[in-house]
């Protein structure tokens, strides 16, 4: 299970050195990178994003909403490799509009982690505490 909250920077062109208690978590050197629904990146084991969606792609195709859902979730994911230090590059296809050039943060959720640009983190988080 991901757990925790990390405070990494991206080094380079995006790369990113995954906390080694995520790291420890993962199985596989291939991860699924997608935009969250929020202000963020998503990142998944490619097995667990294929659990993950399952669902969604057993929405019927007449669904408009489903078939918006689909679009949003698949059109802007990427397969990365993990390397043998434990980085990956993240795509400045999912970047470039996340403000992720600076300070950001790495959350465990569970089945999966979150890329955060760091004070947006902070803002949902204490949005969420009330």
Not at 96 to 110: C, F, H, M, P, T
Request: aromatic letters at 6%.
């Amino acid at each position: 299970m991901l757990l925790g909250t990390y405070e990494p920077t991206l080094i380079g062109k995006n790369r990113l050195a995954l906390p080694a208690k995520l790291r420890k978590e993962i199985s596989g050197d291939r991860l699924v990178l997608a935009i969250g629904f929020e202000e963020c990146i998503l990142g998944f084991e490619e097995k667990k994003w294929e659990e993950a969606t399952a669902v969604d792609l057993a929405t019927a195709l007449s669904d408009k909403q489903g078939r918006d859902l689909r679009r949003k979730m698949f059109s802007q994911a990427e397969v990365v490799e993990l390397d043998s230090q434990g980085r990956i590059v993240v795509p400045e296809s999912l970047t470039s509009d996340r403000e992720l050039k600076e300070e950001i943060v790495v959350i465990g959720a569970g089945d999966h982690f979150e890329i955060w640009n760091k004070k947006q983190w902070e803002d949902y988080r204490l949005q969420m505490e009330g």
